[in-house]
Each structure stands twice: as C-alpha cells, then as structure tokens.
T-cell receptor, first 115, second 111 residues
C-alpha cells in the first residue's frame, strides 16, 4: 500500500459526458501528479501540482483540467469524453516539487471506460 | 525529457542476478535517471534513481555509464515477486509535453 488513494476504482460513462477523478496523496507529500495509461500509448504524464499550484504540465488535453485543494487532495476533471479517453488514470505523490529529485508513490488507479 | 530505449522483454531464473539495460544517448546534464516497475494490475512502484554515480538501495542497484548514455538496473537475486514491467525514464525540472514512459521491459522470473 503506497498510501495514495484514488476514487473511484472504476468508472463507466458515455461519450460527451464529464467525470471527476479524485486523489489523496500520502501524508506529508505536497506534490500530486496525474498520469494516463493506455494500451497503445504507455504511461503518459499529464500534470503536476505542488502545494496547490500548478508545477509542470505534460501532454494534457484542453478538455482535461486539474486542481489541488488546500488539504492537498487533487481532482482531475475530464470533459466532452471520447472513446479514446478510455484508460487507466494514475495519481502519484511526492514530498517535494522537483520531480527529478524525489520518488513518486502511485495510487491504484481509476479505470475509465467511455462507451 | 529525452527518450530511453529498453528491450521489450527479458527472462531470468529465481535467485539469479538480473541486469536490465537502458539506453539514453540524448541525455542532458540535468536529466536524472529513474527506474520504476509495475506489477500486474497495480500502479508503478519506485525502484531507484541517480544522476551520475552508481546507487544502491534495498531493492536494487543502478549502474550508470561514465558518459551517462546508458544505465543498468541490477536486481541482485530475482524473486518471483520481481516479475513486472520495468520502466527507465529521464526526469528534469520544468514542463514536458512529451514525457511518455514507453512500454518498458517485461521481466519474467522462472521458478
């Protein structure tokens, strides 16, 4: 158990809909990262927040947005969903903001299926 | 972040050492070499990372070539629990729109 929790575990929704994925980092960790893993693309970095502020941006679509709240939990919002958004979404956390310096602890993931 | 190249799959026997290679010929001076592994149906798990010098921890050792264009993750005595996909990635500060971990090396461990 990494200490990172993600809800829900599974999500099934229709195209065009909007969903929110939630992540609680390990106690004491200030950074939260979001990743998307699909069979054909591998694990792709989406975005990082550190202590409530956006720290680094990866290949995140404009239809996706995220935020980190004062209690450090984070939410990833996916809107206007397409079939291609079906994937595993992982959240990770680390103690510091410089991602190259710190190990990341990953949650169990949320499996999103868009039908 | 620069690209890394790893073999698609490798096989080892239980209790034998395993050397997992990673090529990163376009590495820059500020790139840190990170290794993670992913067991079936789980999120990735941190293994080890380093910049220039070889590193050891309770899980593995990381050997970094002098020119830093390649590295090797060493599992000293493979166990069945080490069967996983191993990812070698390069991380630096700042934005990166194209950081994709790739498909890694799938390690099978034979009893």
């Amino acid at each position: 158990d990494s200490g990172v929790t993600q809800t829900p575990k599974h999500l099934i929704t229709a195209t065009g809909q909007r969903v929110t994925l939630r992540c609680s980092p390990r106690s004491g960790d200030l950074s939260v990262y979001w990743y998307q893993q699909s069979l054909d693309q591998g694990l792709q970095f989406l975005i990082q927040y550190y202590n409530g502020e956006e720290r680094a941006k990866g290949n995140i679509l404009e239809r996706f947005s995220a935020q980190q709240f004062p209690d450090l939990h984070s939410e990833l919002n996916l809107s206007s969903l397409e079939l291609g958004d079906s994937a595993l979404y992982f959240c990770a956390s680390s103690v510091g903001g410089d991602r190259q310096l710190y190990e990341q602890y990953f949650g169990p993931g949320t499996r999103l299926t868009v039908t | 972040d620069a690209k890394t190249t790893q073999p698609n799959s490798m096989e080892s026997n239980e209790e034998e050492p395993v050397h997992l290679p990673c090529n990163h010929s376009t590495i820059s001076g500020t790139d840190y070499i990170h290794w993670y592994r992913q067991l079936p149906s789980q999120g990735p798990e941190y293994v080890i990372h380093g910049l220039t010098s070889n590193v050891n921890n309770r899980m593995a050792s990381l050997a970094i070539a002098e020119d830093r264009k390649s590295s090797t993750l060493i599992l000293h005595r493979a166990t069945l629990r080490d069967a996983a996909v191993y990812y070698c990635i390069l991380l630096r500060a700042g934005n990166n729109r194209k950081l994709i971990w790739g498909l890694g090396t799938s390690l099978a461990v034979n009893p």
